[in-house]
């Protein structure tokens, strides 16, 4: 697994990325060797945050916890994503040997300052889609921790789609037509 470590706001020991790596190399049973983890250590408020995102298979695995201790933040964010791991695993493990999720993203860019009253973008990323059923879609935005997720749709001839959590529990599906 290759690991890339960020700190934002705050320096710390070498001992800690130690610690970090350590940690999530537990995960490594679940991945196979081109598994990569970026790792985010910062301080807002007095807490320590340590946000873990795992890219393995396509798939996102992402946990983002916050505590008084960076030790016992690192270890929540393991536990989080093993336990993201455990609760989809027969989904994962078929989703995974069919190579469903290959999504790679490969540019990110940002937008200069704009001027006043104009619709800002902050930010823009591209991502090459693979058609995915509704499933696969609702399965990636869970495990992404987003509110929304969009996808070709393999149902509807590869046409743009977006899945999304509704306030009532449940998901809803934005279609194009086509």
Aim: proline residues 3%; without cysteine; glycine residues 2%.
């Amino acid at each position: 697994m290759k690991f890339q470590f960020t700190e934002k706001k705050v320096s710390l020991p070498e001992s800690v990325h130690a610690y970090a790596e350590k940690k999530v190399m537990k995960l490594e049973r679940f991945f196979r060797d081109d598994a990569e983890a970026l790792v985010t250590f910062s301080v807002e408020k007095d807490r320590n945050k340590a946000e873990i995102t795992v890219h393995a298979a396509g798939t996102y695995f992402r946990a983002s916890e916050a505590t008084s201790d960076m030790y016992a933040s690192i270890d929540a964010a393991v536990a989080t994503i093993e336990r993201q791991i455990r609760k989809n695993k027969t989904r994962l493990a078929r989703r995974l040997r069919q190579d469903a999720f290959v999504r790679q993203p490969d540019a990110t860019s940002f937008a200069p300052e704009p001027e006043e009253n104009t619709f800002e973008i902050v930010r823009t990323k591209r991502f090459p889609m693979k058609p995915m059923t509704h499933e696969e879609a609702i399965l990636q935005m869970e495990l992404l921790e987003h509110s929304f997720f969009a996808f070709k749709d393999e149902e509807n001839d590869g046409a743009f789609a977006v899945v999304y959590k509704r306030n009532d529990g449940g998901y809803g599906l934005i279609e194009d037509v086509q």
